[in-house]
């Protein structure tokens, strides 16, 4: 009689356990969904990321020192840096964007990220499991 309460609390733990992981993984699956559907990624066109690299090199030249300061400390790797639009860009898309990487000075990759809403200057944001800042778009500030 006790090997079967003992079995029959061990198969009570089992479930439950596998219920939580269960519910873990919905949970995550959820996430991964809500994050994939803020932004459609394509390869970018050759003029996309020419135009994606001089926005970034003339962002990063015109920043303050006290702001490049900002950067580091908040340990900011990446930019998130506009680009034109191109004949794959939907027309839905309120931003395009491209990743720059600070200290290697260089484009992320080939891809360029349509974005369904502009995000606020200074925000960060994961693309492929990159955290960047969006620097806005330029302008005689910028």
Same mark, same amino acid.
């Given at each position: 009689?006790?090997?079967?309460?003992? =079995?029959?609390?061990?198969?009570?733990?089992?479930?439950?356990?596998?219920?939580?992981?269960?519910?873990?993984?919905?949970?995550?699956?959820?996430?991964?969904?809500?994050?994939?559907?803020?932004?459609?990624?394509?390869?970018?066109?050759?003029? +996309?990321?020419?135009?994606?690299?001089?926005?970034?090199?003339? #962002?990063?030249?015109?920043?303050?020192?006290?702001?490049?300061?900002?950067?580091?400390?908040?340990?900011? +790797? #990446? =930019?998130?840096?506009?680009?034109?639009?191109?004949?794959?860009?939907?027309?839905?898309?309120?931003?395009?964007?491209?990743?720059?990487?600070?200290?290697?000075?260089?484009?992320?990759?080939?891809?360029? #990220?349509?974005?369904?809403?502009?995000?606020?200057?200074?925000?960060?944001?994961? #693309?492929?499991?990159?955290?960047?800042?969006?620097?806005?778009?330029?302008?005689?500030?910028?």
């Amino acid at each position: 009689m006790k090997v079967n309460s003992a =079995l029959f609390v061990i198969c009570i733990i089992g479930a439950c356990s596998a219920t939580a992981s269960f519910a873990f993984g919905e949970h995550t699956l959820g996430r991964i969904i809500d994050t994939q559907a803020m932004f459609i990624r394509h390869t970018a066109t050759k003029l +996309q990321r020419q135009v994606a690299e001089q926005n970034a090199k003339a #962002y990063l030249a015109r920043l303050a020192p006290e702001k490049k300061l900002a950067l580091k400390k908040k340990k900011v +790797q #990446y =930019l998130a840096v506009p680009t034109v639009r191109s004949k794959e860009t939907s027309a839905e898309a309120k931003e395009v964007l491209m990743i720059w990487d600070v200290p290697r000075e260089t484009l992320v990759g080939k891809n360029v #990220y349509e974005l369904s809403t502009t995000p606020e200057i200074g925000k960060l944001a994961s #693309y492929d499991n990159l955290v960047a800042e969006y620097v806005g778009q330029p302008s005689k500030e910028f």
